[in-house]
């Protein structure tokens, strides 16, 4: 690891969460000397990764992180290969959609299209949500390599009353979500809100997203079977796309 590579990232994360840092509150938030941090901040400044507000003198984050979020979203595979598939699926169900890449501890949604009647859509894309309480995160990571090292033994954080925070209750969920593919989740990540998600598979049969629609907790009980059914066909339209011969793959 590259130590000067790792500082500046670690800077980049820490405005990521709080928005806007002066050098002593980053200093002191990453065990740094004051002149370290400065010069880090003035090369990243530099390349426009940061920029200095002019009246506290803090720091935030800066324009060409938006070039380069905006490359590779316009260059991300499953989110290209995605697209008219998603597109059918919110024409076919009405509700909104969402297309997911694991980003632990979240779930980031690399494209969106809102419900059919939503007059004004909040914009989604690099929305991030706790994975262990949304159904996009939880079919991501039942089938990822490293769940156990993820999930862990320490409780998760709580959203609502109904997050699942225990790692034996969710390990047994995610045994569950492996047979079939598919995950639901109510009310787990925001309250009224639920959806059913279906994992996305590449060459190899290596997991690499997910696809889901995001319903309201009375149309979770009314509707989730053809809803399941239309995000289980997308989901397998989509992974064959990428190269994997199966869906979901065999164990």
């Not at 109510?186 to 997991?207: H, I, K, L, N, P």
Request: with cysteine; net charge negative.
């Amino acid at each position: 690891m590259i130590q000067s590579v790792d500082r500046a990232i670690q800077i980049l994360l820490a405005l990521q969460d709080e928005r806007l840092l002066g050098v002593s509150d980053l200093a002191a938030r990453l065990g740094l000397a004051k002149g370290t941090v400065h010069g880090i901040l003035q090369t990243l400044a530099g390349r426009s990764l940061v920029e200095q507000d002019t009246a506290s003198g803090k720091y935030t984050l800066g324009p060409a992180l938006l070039v380069m979020g905006n490359v590779y979203l316009d260059s991300h595979d499953l989110r290209v290969r995605a697209m008219r598939w998603v597109a059918a699926l919110n024409e076919q169900t009405a509700h909104a959609v969402r297309v997911g890449v694991l980003v632990w501890p979240d779930v980031v949604v690399v494209h969106h299209l809102p419900a059919r009647d939503v007059r004004i859509a909040v914009p989604e894309v690099g929305l991030g949500m706790p994975a262990h309480a949304t159904c996009l995160g939880k079919v991501i990571l039942a089938f990822h390599p490293d769940r156990e090292e993820l999930v862990g033994s320490e409780h998760l954080a709580r959203l609502t009353g109904a997050t699942v925070t225990d790692p034996a209750v969710l390990r047994a969920e995610l045994d569950e979500i492996r047979s079939t593919g598919l995950a639901r989740e109510s009310q787990e990540a925001v309250v009224g809100e639920s959806g059913v998600a279906g994992a996305v598979f590449a060459a190899g049969g290596r997991v690499v997203g997910a696809v889901s629609v995001v319903l309201s907790t009375p149309d979770l009980a009314h509707d989730v079977a053809p809803v399941e059914a239309a995000v289980r066909e997308t989901a397998r339209a989509i992974s064959r796309e990428l190269g994997s011969s199966g869906w979901p793959p065999s164990r």
